[in-house]
Each structure stands twice: as structure tokens, then as C-alpha cells.
Nanobody, 118 residues
């Protein structure tokens, strides 16, 4: 059974920082391409950042330079370090895992709420 469990969300003031974690189980984590997406109320889900098995990263334009994605294969965990947070970053953040061998093996976590407000 595949499980992706996000943690680390919460309420933070503008300019603050948070670190999200996504712990995976039931998959061969080290070969998976992992990603963070977010969805704000009334908006479509959008890419925040992705990291592949080799460590190559990709960021959405709105978070480039502020957010850093990383992974620890020994812990089956992916992270998102978020700095200089803005109210526009308020959203539910979702963890995604894609098996590069099979396009139908794509999994999602339940999401964690991030609220940026003073």
C-alpha cells in the first residue's frame, strides 16, 4: 500500500519560513520522481517544485529563488524549504510521486495547509 504523508504546514507571517516534509512508504522511493504541488481556493493545482531520482530540480516561476526542494533517499522523505513566504503562497500543498517506468503509477498525499497571513 502506497502512502505519502505530508507534514510541516501551518500559519506563518509574511516573510517567514516553513519546511514541509513528505514521507513515502510502499514505493521504491529512490527511483521515483517526486514533486510538490499546491492548490489555492478557486484555483487550479499548480507545480511548485520537482526533483528526480538523480537530484535534478525544477521550480515553478513564482517560487524560484525562494523555495528549495530536496530528498533523503535513506529516509524515504522529500522536503520543501520555503522562505520569504508571501500571502500568495497560501494553499494546500500536495506531495506527488511518479514512477518513471510506468506512467500510471502516480501517487498523491492528502495535502497540508500553508497559510501566510499577518
Amino acid at each position: 500500500q502506497v502512502q505519502l504523508v505530508e507534514s510541516g504546514g501551518g500559519l506563518v507571517q509574511p516573510g517567514g519560513s516553513l519546511r514541509l516534509s513528505c514521507e513515502a512508504s510502499g514505493i521504491f522511493f529512490r527511483i521515483y520522481s517526486m514533486g510538490w504541488y499546491r492548490q489555492a481556493p478557486g484555483k487550479q493545482r499548480e507545480l511548485v517544485a520537482r526533483i528526480n531520482s538523480g537530484g535534478t530540480t525544477k521550480y515553478g516561476d513564482s517560487v524560484q529563488g525562494r523555495f528549495t526542494i530536496s530528498r533523503d533517499n535513506a529516509k524515504n522523505t522529500m522536503y520543501l524549504q520555503m522562505t520569504s513566504l508571501e500571502p500568495e503562497d497560501t494553499a494546500v500543498y500536495y506531495c506527488n510521486a511518479d514512477d518513471p517506468r510506468y506512467s500510471d503509477r502516480s501517487y498523491w498525499g492528502q495535502g497540508t495547509q500553508v497559510t501566510v497571513s499577518s
